[in-house]
């Protein structure tokens, strides 16, 4: 399969990427709330911002519960997750015109494995591009029906997200769940914001920055290719984020904002993750050899 790439340095080139992959870059609508006395986190340990944070991705593969608790391999644990519904958001404003791509779908976060419906706005395409792109997520790769520009309607695109020069945190139009979990394991300095209500959920509301080679560095095995492609290909090291964790520790919801700035004018590009109905039963199978496209990817 021909795929161009783009390093991830500068607005238009970001784009490019996006657009690469079939979509084109977006965000994330789901807006943060919060108010309250913020407090620094307590970077002695204890069970302050930032340690609460950086389980996020534990607590939902079910390896930790809420609490630091480990749990036995299979086992769930009172914190744990396993799987979840998603939603998500991308946006991204260049140009002066603001595009926002939004998908929904279910992942395991034990198997790291989902899949998503992926819907391009009105503008963002041709109209034959307007079909929502179905994509399954699976370690190390990401796999695209209805891909567009010459790809067979019946046919995948496989995409090694470990040659991406993000990763696949921007380029598919969603980050993947897990990753966007995995990218607070370099958190920093997180500052507590405050008690919230989301979808009728109680959370705590967590603000900072965290890093990306300290995220490849911590992240699951699975999860470490990726993000060390990220760590190279971003122009910025750190990520802000916001993230909103339920009293089991469950990440409910994280918003990242990434930053491409080169010789021209910066872009924001920011992914919006929504996490809920955990524990839903997920089942994906992926696409056989022969079903995958491997002829050349016709470029916008």
């Known amino acids: 399969m021909l795929v161009r790439q783009h390093r991830s340095k500068g607005g238009a080139r970001a784009v490019c990427a996006l657009a690469v992959a079939g979509v084109m870059a977006a965000t994330g609508g789901c807006s943060g709330g919060g108010g309250g006395d913020r407090a620094v986190a307590d970077d002695r340990g204890g069970a302050g911002p930032l340690d609460a944070v950086h389980r996020a991705a534990a607590v939902l593969a079910g390896t930790v519960t809420g609490t630091g608790t480990a749990v036995m391999s299979g086992a769930a644990g009172p914190g744990a997750a396993g799987s979840a519904e998603v939603r998500t958001a991308m946006e991204t404003a260049a140009g002066g015109t603001r595009v926002t791509i939004r998908g929904r779908g279910?992942?395991?976060?034990?198997?790291?494995?989902?899949?998503?419906?992926?819907?391009?706005?009105?503008?963002?395409?041709?109209?034959?591009?307007?079909?929502?792109?179905?994509?399954?997520?699976?370690?190390?790769?990401?796999?695209?029906?209805?891909?567009?520009?010459?790809?067979?309607?019946?046919?995948?695109?496989?995409?090694?997200?470990?040659?991406?020069?993000?990763?696949?945190?921007?380029?598919?139009?969603?980050?993947?769940?897990?990753?966007?979990?995995?990218?607070?394991?370099?958190?920093?300095?997180?500052?507590?914001?405050?008690?919230?209500?989301?979808?009728?959920?109680?959370?705590?509301?967590?603000?900072?920055?965290?890093?990306?080679?300290?995220?490849?560095?911590?992240?699951?095995?699975?999860?470490?290719?990726?993000?060390?492609?990220?760590?190279?290909?971003?122009?910025?090291?750190?990520?802000?984020?916001?993230?909103?964790?339920?009293?089991?520790?469950?990440?409910?919801?994280?918003?990242?904002?990434?930053?491409?700035?080169?010789?021209?004018?910066?872009?924001?590009?920011?992914s919006t993750t929504l996490l809920y109905g955990f524990g839903v039963p997920v089942s994906v199978r992926l696409p056989d050899d022969r079903d995958i496209y491997t002829g050349r990817i016709r470029q916008r």
């Open 106 to 270: 279910v992942y395991d976060f034990r198997h790291r494995t989902g899949r998503l419906t992926v819907v391009l706005p009105e503008g963002a395409a041709g109209a034959a591009e307007h079909r929502p792109v179905t994509e399954l997520l699976a370690p190390g790769a990401l796999y695209m029906m209805n891909r567009g520009a010459g790809v067979p309607s019946d046919k995948w695109v496989r995409i090694d997200t470990t040659s991406l020069a993000d990763g696949n945190l921007v380029t598919g139009g969603a980050t993947d769940p897990m990753a966007a979990a995995e990218l607070l394991r370099g958190a920093d300095r997180v500052t507590y914001v405050g008690r919230a209500v989301l979808d009728g959920v109680p959370v705590r509301h967590y603000r900072g920055t965290t890093d990306l080679g300290r995220a490849a560095r911590e992240a699951a095995p699975e999860s470490r290719g990726a993000l060390r492609a990220a760590a190279k290909g971003f122009r910025r090291d750190t990520v802000r984020f916001d993230a909103y964790l339920d009293d089991q520790g469950r990440l409910r919801k994280v918003r990242h904002r990434f930053g491409f700035a080169d010789e021209g004018p910066a872009v924001e590009v920011v």
